[in-house]
């Protein structure tokens, strides 16, 4: 079951340059940078209220995020929910016919095991979710 929007990513070109207006804006300072190998990706994590604001930004030409600036200026990436149980979200939302790019969860950024749903069965919007990782989990 979702709980709550988790985070929002957006994608830039640099998080050296694109941070220190994000942490005005929200008048909030990164609690958290993190590399995260597998995905090819550099993150900052902004605390807004309950929720957070993850950029993005790519670490090789390879990377989901490299391809996303490529095609676009970057800006709002993905929108992550948060969940109960997602081993069993998975399972709910193939059964209901939404296409999985990941089909077990993989270790993601902030302590979190993760999966995305393909943006072809969600009109378009890439959405994550997440579960925060527990013992049982790793």
Do not use: W
Not at 22 to 49: D, H, R
Not at 58 to 74: F, H, M, P, Q
Not at 102 to 118: S, V, Y
Request: net charge negative; with cysteine.
């Amino acid at each position: 079951m979702v709980k709550r929007i988790e985070h929002l990513g957006i994608a830039v070109e640099s998080i050296e340059d694109a941070l220190p207006m994000f942490e005005t804006l929200f008048s909030s300072e990164c609690y958290k940078e993190e590399v995260v190998e597998s995905e090819g990706v550099k993150t900052a994590f902004i605390q807004v209220g309950e929720s957070k604001i993850e950029l993005l930004e790519a670490t090789n030409s390879d990377s989901a995020i490299a391809k996303y600036l490529e095609k676009n200026r970057g800006g709002f990436h993905h929108v992550a929910f948060e969940v109960d149980d997602l081993d069993e979200e998975l399972v709910r939302l193939s059964k209901e016919g939404f296409r999985l790019i990941h089909q077990t969860p993989k270790d993601g950024a902030d302590n979190k095991r993760i999966a995305f749903l393909h943006p072809k069965s969600t009109k378009g919007l890439l959405v994550e979710l997440c579960q925060e990782k527990t013992l049982d989990s790793i």
